[in-house]
């Protein structure tokens, strides 16, 4: 059975930070890319960070370059999504997703009070 496991959000100040960790399993997780998706309440879900399999190559959008870093662990089949300089439109459920699957997890709230 295919797994995805957040955990880590909380209620921060903002300027504060997180790290986020998503643990895997159920699935050969070297050979999957994932990726970090959230959604604010009325919002459209939206992609936030993806990190490759072959190469730990990265994507961020817009809005988190520079703030946000994605990293992977494979002996322990977990990524990582580290946040710094949180802001109040940062707050959401943030999901790891299974890129190209249809794996997700449950989501973990992260709110970031102005």
């Known amino acids: 059975e295919v797994q995805l496991v957040e955990s880590g959000g909380d209620l921060v100040q903002a300027g504060g930070s997180l790290r986020l960790s998503c643990a895997a399993s159920?699935?050969?997780?070297?050979?999957?890319?994932i990726g970090w998706f959230r959604q604010a309440p009325g919002k459209e879900r939206e992609g936030v960070s993806c990190?490759?399999?072959?190469?730990?190559?990265?994507y961020y959008a817009d809005s988190v370059q520079g703030r946000f870093t994605i990293s992977r662990d494979n002996a322990k089949n977990t990524v990582y999504l580290q946040m710094t300089s949180l802001k109040p439109e940062d707050t959401a459920v943030y999901y790891c997703?299974?890129?190209?699957?249809?794996?997700w997890g449950q989501g973990t709230q992260v709110t970031v009070s102005s």
């Open positions: 997703h299974v890129l190209n699957r249809s794996y």
């Open positions: 990190i490759d399999n072959a190469d730990d190559s990265t």
């Open positions: 159920g699935f050969t997780f070297v050979d999957h890319a």
